[in-house]
């Protein structure tokens, strides 16, 4: 056996600040703090923001082209065929779809309205009706996203408890203990790949907030009734 480095900082920065932005918009939605809810999606669209670009630039097992596999492979993982370190077969499925709902439960909050006093930052650029529906949408998206983080966290003690491999581990450490000879140790996303996907992520959030929407016109004054 030997240790290998597995997951960069970058990466395991991203998983727990996820955890606990995500936790943060359901805690200040549920508690009547609409403005903290905003603020902990556009967290949560940075968040993704970076780590999509990570995923072409950042190391090894951290990369979309080392983790997303294909039928052939998923179905030698189903045959216990498959052997590899980081996400397994299925696992990328659970991470992509974890992300898309994500996304898309964020995306939709930008546009949506409370119905009382609240509007996301994106409000402007829709019509009053797509704001409704895409606010329905973001209702709708946030049980979806209970039953799969539900099934993400039961499926990790699984992997703990029965086939006695720990997940949770490596993300904490970025290390993990394997076969000599299966895997090398995490090689690339250095500093400059880092801060690149650091800028860009913040001009997404940047975006996101409607710091590049112009303000609407303001209001014509109201003709004054001179007495004449």
């Given amino acids: 056996m030997t ?50 670009i990570w995923g072409f630039t950042g190391s090894t097992y951290a990369r979309f082209s080392v983790f997303i596999a294909g039928p052939k492979t998923i179905m030698a993982y189903l045959r216990g065929q498959w052997q590899g370190v980081g996400h397994n077969p299925l696992g990328a499925l659970s991470v992509l779809a974890l992300m898309a709902l994500f996304g898309v439960q964020a995306v939709t909050g930008l546009f949506a309205n409370d119905d009382i006093a609240f509007n996301g930052p994106l409000y402007p650029l829709v019509s009053s009706a797509w704001s409704d529906t895409l606010s329905s949408w973001h209702r709708q998206t946030e049980w979806y996203l209970y039953g799969l983080v539900a099934l993400h966290v039961l499926a990790v003690v699984f992997y703990s408890k029965v086939k006695k491999d720990n997940l949770l581990k490596p993300m904490i450490t970025g290390r993990k203990t394997v076969k000599a000879g299966l895997a090398d140790d995490a090689r690339g996303g250095g500093t400059v790949a880092f801060t690149l996907s650091l800028i860009l992520a913040l001009v997404v959030v940047a975006g996101a907030s409607g710091w590049f929407v112009s303000p609407p016109p303001a209001p014509e004054p109201a003709p004054q009734n001179l007495g004449w």
């Avoid at 597995?6 to 955890?19: E, G």
């Avoid at 556009?42 to 993704?48: A, C, D, P, Q, R």
Wanted: hydrophobic share 50%.
């Fill in 3 to 52: 240790t290998i480095r597995l997951w960069d900082l970058p990466t395991r920065l991203f998983h727990w600040l996820l955890v606990l932005a995500v936790t943060g918009s359901v805690i200040t939605i549920k508690s009547g703090m609409p403005e903290w809810h905003e603020r902990s999606g556009l967290l949560v669209i940075g968040l993704l923001g970076f780590r999509i």
